[in-house]
């Protein structure tokens, strides 16, 4: 699956997860804000719907999208119909271990990624970073409930055993 990523270049840079995987080449970055909703699924803390394997395809045809910023001010992102909720996870990297939903936008992307099916690109984005792989043992059990979801609602009520 196609990863793109909307960067605001706002963290450091020798320690941003999005910088990395645009410059190991995983993931291309987006110029402009209106390509978030041009086509595929960005990831978004705002989206009403949570991501499921159900957006698979239109995942597979436009690609997964993510917004790499400081989420503190909610106003600058756009707002698309496409953009999707990631459930309860929780953060493995050094800066938030432990939180829930503070992940980083290599874990945003993987945990899309494996919900959607796709376990070995999560695996292989994630193995760019020394707790990587710990992102997903952490997040072992939720993920597997999460990708045998049928759709948003199954998603959501899932998420009810975490919160």
């Known amino acids: 699956m196609e990863l793109y990523i909307y960067m605001f270049k706002e963290c450091d840079p020798h320690r941003c997860t999005a910088r990395k995987l645009v410059d190991k080449g995983h993931a291309s970055p987006l110029q402009h804000s209106w390509q978030l909703g041009s086509n595929g699924i960005y990831l978004t803390p705002m989206a009403e719907k949570?991501?499921?394997?159900e957006d698979r395809s239109v995942v597979e045809e436009g690609g997964l999208k993510a917004v790499d910023c400081t989420w503190s001010d909610?106003?600058?992102?756009p707002k698309h119909q496409n953009g999707r909720a990631l459930p309860y996870l929780v953060a493995a990297n050094p800066v938030n271990y432990g939180k829930p939903f503070r992940l980083t936008t290599v874990e945003a992307l993987a945990a899309g990624l494996y919900i959607l099916g796709n376990k070995e690109q999560a695996r292989s984005i994630l193995s760019l970073f020394k707790w990587g792989e710990h992102f997903l043992e952490l997040n072992a059990e939720p993920l597997n409930r999460y990708v045998e979801a049928e759709n948003s609602k199954e998603v959501v009520r899932i998420q009810q055993d975490y919160l």
């Not at 949570?50 to 394997?53: F, T």
């Not at 909610?74 to 992102?77: A, F, K, P, V």
């Open 74 to 77: 909610e106003s600058r992102i």
């Open 50 to 53: 949570a991501l499921s394997r």
